[in-house]
Structures are given as C-alpha cells and as structure tokens.
C-alpha cells in the first residue's frame, strides 16, 4: 500500500517534467504514430514514456547499444497500445532486452502420449511473462517508422503483456467494464475462423500468415494491424476491427491517413 502510493507519488513527479528535447527529436524519428496524436493524447505518451524510461531496464545483448533512438522507438510504440488504458505500466515487467538482429529461440510443443517436440527457429520478439520482453532492433525500428507494412514487432509483444495481465497467454486479453467477455471472445474466434478459411482459400487477407499459429497470436498479430495499418483491418473485417477498437478502447483509424503505409 505504501509502496503504491510512493511510487504513484514518483509517477506524478517525472509526468510533471518537460520531455526532453532530445527525447523529442528521437520519438519523431523512430514512432511516426505519435505525430497523429491529438495534443491531449500527444501528452498522455510523452508522460507514459517519461515514467516507462525511469523504471524499465534496458539491457543491449549480443554487442547492440542502447541509445535514445532504441529507447524511444521501443517506449513510444508500447506506449500507443496502452494509450486508451487509465494507467497501465506493465508493473510485472522490469527489463528490455535488445539484439542487433534476429536471434534463434526454442520452442516446445508438447505431443500426445506426453512427448514433446523441441525445436529453435528465427525470432524478431518474445514476451516472457517472469518479467522480461526480448526485442530485435532492427525490427523495432521498422515497426517504428512504419516501413514493414502492418508489422510491429513492438505492439505485438506489448499485445502479448496486455494478453497475460487476466491470467494465461490465451488471446483473450482484459476487457474494460460493460463489455461481454463472453460474447467478445465468441465474436473473435468467428473472426479466426472466417480468417483461415480466407487463408486456406488463397484469398486476401490483411493480417500476417503467424496469426493462423494460434489464438494468442492471432491476437497479437491482429493488433500489429489494427495499429499499424487500421483502414485495411477495418475494410477487411469490420468486426474484427470494432472487437479490437473495444477492448484497446481506441480508435486509430481516425487519427492514422490512409496513406500512412507507402506503396499500399
Ligand atoms: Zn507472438
């Protein structure tokens, strides 16, 4: 109790402080999204990140800096997912890790009979939920400056924390009050499935292939989109963009131009 009114207390004294002008300079370059922001919203991230920069540990892995330009591409783009949450600071998590590229992760799949198949495979972005979220730089820059298409390895990471905060990594994230868990969950499994039937039919379909892996990806993958590139979200599937509107209490495809993503 004391412990949260004392670091409540610290989180309103570094929301108070100017935002560093090098700060600035570097969240313009690396988070093209807080340039579409309202003055209000505008505000709301400049202090999130100001409080996310104080309390995270950011750890370089494998030789990678850590300098303004990874700091405030990583804090800006958490920040925006959160944006619509009254105070969310992932409290659970205490450290960044960043890698100058992809690194080879393993995964587990447990078989039946109670074998499991292990194997390792390229990563851009894991979320551990014992506190840590592992990143590739040159990942979260693209992400950041909106030059991957609908990806961010950022917001899809950040999709995951947000997942876990109500218990396991199901893709079912938290929702806020007045919203039917039941019915949200029951619409947005019938948007995965219209989705793999799409895909299983060689039809178009905005969001990544990695959103067939499971539900929990097909969260965090469909957020990347909803962020990153919302009209197409939106014209593609308008459920699947109001069921995400509803439970990130946002709206980006008023703020973001259609033209956002080049070449599209
Ligand atoms: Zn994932």
């Known amino acids: 109790m004391i412990f949260s009114w004392l670091a409540a207390r610290r989180r309103r004294a570094i929301r108070s402080r100017p935002f560093p002008s090098e700060w600035e300079d570097s969240l313009q370059r690396n988070c093209r999204q807080a340039s579409w922001l309202s003055a209000a919203e505008g505000r709301r991230l400049r202090e999130w990140i100001a409080v996310f ?43 960044v890790l960043v890698y100058p590229g992809d690194w080879v992760g393993r995964k587990v799949t447990a078989l039946e009979g109670g074998a499991t198949l292990e194997w390792r495979e390229r990563r851009l972005g894991e979320a551990w939920s014992g506190g840590s979220v592992v990143l590739s730089w040159p990942a979260v820059r693209r992400g950041g400056r ?26 079912l994230p938290p929702l806020p009050r007045g919203i039917d868990a039941r019915d949200w969950a029951t619409r947005l499994s019938g948007c995965r499935e219209r989705y793999e039937e799409a895909l299983d039919e060689g039809r178009f379909v905005a969001l990544d292939d990695y959103a067939a892996d499971s539900p929990v990806e097909f969260f965090a993958v469909a957020s990347e989109c909803f962020f990153q590139d919302p009209h197409r979200l939106a014209r593609q599937d308008a459920d699947l963009y109001n069921l995400l509107a509803a439970s990130w209490q946002q709206d980006p495809k008023s703020r973001v131009p259609l033209s956002a993503l080049r070449g599209r």
Not at 59 to 66: A, K
Not at 72 to 83: D, K, P, R, T
């Open 146 to 171: 909106l030059q991957d298409g609908a990806r961010s390895v950022v917001i899809h990471e950040f999709a995951h924390l947000v997942d876990a905060m109500n218990g396991p990594f199901d893709g």
């Open 53 to 95: 920069l104080a309390e995270k540990r950011f750890e370089g892995c494998g030789g990678q800096t850590i300098d303004d330009s990874v700091r405030l591409s990583i804090a800006g783009q958490a920040g925006l997912v959160v944006l619509g949450f009254p105070e969310e600071y992932f409290d659970r998590l205490k450290s």
